[in-house]
């Protein structure tokens, strides 16, 4: 593939905050390994931390949760169409429990508490569609203290793709239930700009929306190489991490903002 030349120097000064995921390296790994000079300071950080630091002002672009967008966005522009959607299963979001069936009614359910999307997610659906009320408990333990223990919790990201055949648990898929009660699309994050960085810095918030977009067209020409770095990072088959990519909708097009904007309506 041949790539447009692009000076690194216009984007000197440019803070970028981004998720660790595997799920993000279709459009972030030739950021992340130089395959595309770009000049920015790129910040790999939980879902939480790139919803501050985009909030306060630390960082001028960040891959920010839907939640964060639908309370802020007048805060925010967005930055192009690339994000984390889907119209199906997605993999990566998953409420684990324990036992022949999932019995959530003023039951402690653990959340984690860097995410924020995914937890109103679940309870949206508990409120609205199965009609439970389980006791929300936020919860930094890690996936291996949560699977010692007998009550059902949720993860997000790597964790949730690579414990999900964990032996004894079942799982749901969030994105999924969603879909399957709404008949809508799911929008998990979304690349933004913080106002004040496009006011103040405009060509160099352009020219990383530039550099995001070639990042993205070399992560489609060079997919092979994407699914085995994300292998390589979780410890899973190449096959595995091609499905999960594969059940990602990176573009976001009307379906998906038809979805975000039933989401925005429905209060946790």
């Not at 790139?50 to 967008?69: K, P």
């Not at 007048?74 to 984390?84: A, C, N, Q, V």
């Not at 020409?221 to 190449?238: C, N, R, Y």
């Amino acid at each position: 593939m041949k790539l447009e030349q692009i000076d690194a120097t216009p984007c000197a000064g440019v803070r970028v905050a981004a998720l660790p995921f595997t799920n993000v390296e279709p459009f972030f790994h030739a950021i992340k390994e130089n395959k595309i000079p770009h000049g920015a300071t790129i910040l790999w950080r939980s879902p939480k931390e790139c919803n501050d630091l985009l909030r306060s002002g630390e960082v001028d672009i960040a891959l920010i949760s839907s939640e964060e967008f639908l309370k802020n966005r007048y805060r925010y522009t967005l930055l192009s169409d690339l994000g984390i959607a889907t119209s199906k299963a997605i993999m990566s979001v998953r409420l684990f429990f324990k036992g022949p069936s999932l019995l959530l009614d003023k039951r402690p359910v653990y959340l984690p508490t860097m995410s924020s999307t995914s937890s109103k997610l679940l309870k949206v659906l508990c409120k609205y569609f199965w009609k439970v009320q389980p006791l929300f408990v936020p919860s930094a333990a890690t996936p291996e203290m949560l699977f010692e223990q007998t009550d059902p919790f949720l993860l997000i990201g790597d964790p949730a793709l690579v414990h999900r055949n964990t032996p004894n648990f079942l799982s749901i898929d969030l994105a999924e239930a969603w879909v399957e009660a709404t008949n809508r699309s799911m929008v998990f994050a979304l690349v933004a700009t913080n106002n004040e960085a496009l006011k103040t810095k405009p060509e160099q918030v352009m020219s990383f929306h530039r550099v995001l977009e070639q990042s993205y067209a070399w992560g489609k020409e060079q997919f092979s190489t994407i699914v085995e770095a994300g292998a390589k990072k979780t410890g899973l088959d190449p096959q595995e991490i091609e499905a999960s990519y594969k059940s990602i909708e990176y573009r976001l097009n009307p379906k998906h903002f038809c979805g975000l904007e039933l989401f925005s309506t429905l209060e946790a």
